[in-house]
């Protein structure tokens, strides 16, 4: 019997981990919310008008039925995502904006993600792949994703790759994830912060001309806080300043960049390199006007364009 094609794929599809994320907001009171770098990716791109989902297993409790219709309800493909009879991933966090200090998940769903339950044919409507997170750090999903990521190149998908940096779990034994990650990336978008803790320097240059070295053609976006991001692609250069927004809140925001270069990239990858940067930080700042993780649409996100300040700086 042949495998059945479904026209309506995703040309984008995140994998990695949907996490609860819980903040302490008071000495005995917690707010919890759904969240995973990955996740909040595949979501922004959906709200930007992208097909996309989010492959990869949530928990069948209260936690992972929250991220399952939280899902839906931002219209991702529901055939990527694994429900599973599992503990759920908790990520806990004790202060506003300080990195988070636990994850929570012995044999939790994340990890029994399996590629091979995914819809049939569906890497020949893929366009970009993404991958980054606690899902390349956490056994035995790393080795599922970095064979799947090495495959879906083999066949000439493009890949983007967000590391994020988790303290104490991407030590030196997440080195060999973070070469062959950065390798096979046709996109990485990477902090100075995390270059630091990443590659254990005390100076973000260090590890932003290793990936260079690693990958001469790769565009990579560097964001650098209050001065800024920069994107670089081959010898081209471009750096700018976000709109200036009130930030209502951050959540999420580094995620909705990276959604914005990637959408950049999809409707148009000839575009300038000044065009892709200013779509990208117009997108974080629309993220960063309203409460919670709350993905931009591109009515918002073009309003910003023109308020992105492109250097020299």
């Not at 930007?48 to 219209?75: C, M, N, R, T, Y």
């Not at 927004?245 to 959408?263: K, P, R, S």
């Amino acid at each position: 019997m042949p495998q059945i094609l479904h026209p309506d794929l995703p040309q984008f599809v995140a994998f990695g981990e949907a996490a609860t994320e819980l903040l302490r907001t008071g000495p005995d009171r917690w707010r919890s919310a759904c969240g995973g770098s990955p996740w909040r990716l595949a979501m922004a791109m959906s709200g930007l008008g992208q097909l996309s989902a989010f492959a990869g297993a949530v928990s069948s409790d209260p936690f992972g039925a929250k991220i399952w219709h939280s899902s839906q309800e931002a219209h991702l493909d529901m055939r990527f995502i694994q429900q599973l009879p599992r503990p759920p991933l908790l990520v806990v966090s004790h202060e506003p904006g300080v990195a988070p200090c636990s994850v929570l998940g012995q044999d939790s769903a994340d990890l029994h993600f399996r590629p091979e339950g995914l819809p049939a044919g569906w890497t020949r409507s893929l366009r970009w792949a993404h991958f980054g997170g606690l899902g390349l750090v956490r056994q035995p999903l790393v080795g599922r994703l970095l064979a799947l990521a090495q495959a879906l190149k083999g066949e000439g998908r493009l890949i983007s790759y967000a590391p994020g940096f988790f303290a104490p779990l991407m030590d030196s034994s997440y080195d060999d994830t973070l070469e062959q990650m950065c390798r096979l990336a046709d996109v990485v978008h990477v902090s100075d912060a995390e270059l630091r803790g990443l590659f254990r320097a005390s100076d973000h240059h260090t590890g932003l001309a290793q990936i260079v070295a690693w990958n001469p053609g790769v565009r990579l976006l560097l964001g650098r806080g209050v001065v800024g991001s920069t994107l670089f692609h081959g010898v081209q250069e471009c750096s700018a300043l976000p709109p200036p927004v009130e930030v209502v809140d951050d959540i999420g925001a580094d995620d909705v960049a990276t959604a914005g270069l990637l959408d950049s990239l999809m409707r148009d990858a000839s575009a300038p390199v000044e065009q892709h940067l200013r779509w990208a930080l117009a997108a974080r700042a629309a993220a960063c006007t309203a409460p919670g993780f709350a993905p931009p649409r591109p009515g918002l996100v073009a309003a910003f364009t023109e308020a992105v300040e492109v250097g020299p700086f």
